[in-house]
């Protein structure tokens, strides 16, 4: 059966600082695969998605990029981090047209 | 206009009660409609998937998609107070994106 990790589950980072964001998938191939954030009370904004290894789309020109170096391996970065940055990072990966499947999520707070 | 709209609600409801819950989507050429359920402070869990027009049942979830209207629908019957949550509604505007909208929160109150 297919998996999804993503961690840390928390972070408390300063303004300024880098972030690193990892995802894998298990169990499947060649998968869709997206990152999601979403601020407190608000629904899910796409941030990035990608369907092959080294293929990123920019949903939402911001401080942040997306990598995809392995199949299935998606990491999000920032090189400096801004307040606004906190919310709740949500990692997913699907099929072409299907439903996403979440990993845990990443609840980032930027202080 | 945003791509997918949803009432933010809260929508409240007695238990048992029917639950009706409402999005809408700007594109036309969108194929897959999705119905999550997310608790406070949790991940998205998918409910139903619907693909044609009509209605789809499963369980006590009934989804309901009206492509020239550009509209889907998620009914759930005999409401429990563990149905309260944020329900979103997510849509393929092209089939590798996945767009959500903001959510509409129910409570269903005993």
């Known amino acids: 059966s297919q998996t999804i990790h993503q961690w840390p589950a928390t972070l408390v980072q300063p303004v300024g600082s880098p972030l690193s964001l990892e995802c894998t998938v298990e169990g499947t191939s060649n998968p869709n695969l997206y990152w999601y954030r979403q601020a407190a009370g608000r629904g899910l904004q796409l941030l990035f998605y990608?369907?092959?290894?080294?293929?990123i789309s920019s949903e939402v020109p911001q401080n942040l990029s997306a990598s995809r170096p392995q199949d299935r391996q998606f990491i999000l970065s920032s090189k400096k981090l801004l307040l606004s940055d906190s919310g709740f990072y949500l990692c997913?990966?699907?099929?072409?047209?299907?439903?996403?499947?979440f990993g845990q999520g990443t609840r980032l707070t930027v202080v | 206009q945003k791509e997918v709209e949803q009432n933010s609600g809260p929508l409240s409801v007695p238990e048992g009660a029917i639950a009706s819950l409402n999005c809408t989507y700007s594109d036309r050429g969108s194929q897959s409609f999705f119905w999550y359920r997310q608790y406070s402070g949790k991940s998205p869990e998918l409910i139903m998937f619907?693909?044609?027009?009509g209605d789809k049942e499963d369980g006590r979830f009934t989804a309901q998609l009206n492509k020239a209207s550009q509209y889907v629908s998620l009914l759930i019957r005999d409401s429990q107070p563990s149905d309260s949550a944020t329900y979103l509604c997510?849509?393929?505007?092209?089939?590798?994106?996945?767009?959500f909208g903001a959510g509409t929160r129910l409570a269903v109150h005993p």
């Open positions: 997510a849509v393929t505007p092209g089939y590798n994106k996945l767009i």
């Open positions: 619907i693909y044609s027009n």
């Open positions: 997913a990966w699907s099929v072409i047209g299907g439903e996403a499947f």
């Open positions: 990608s369907v092959g290894i080294g293929q």
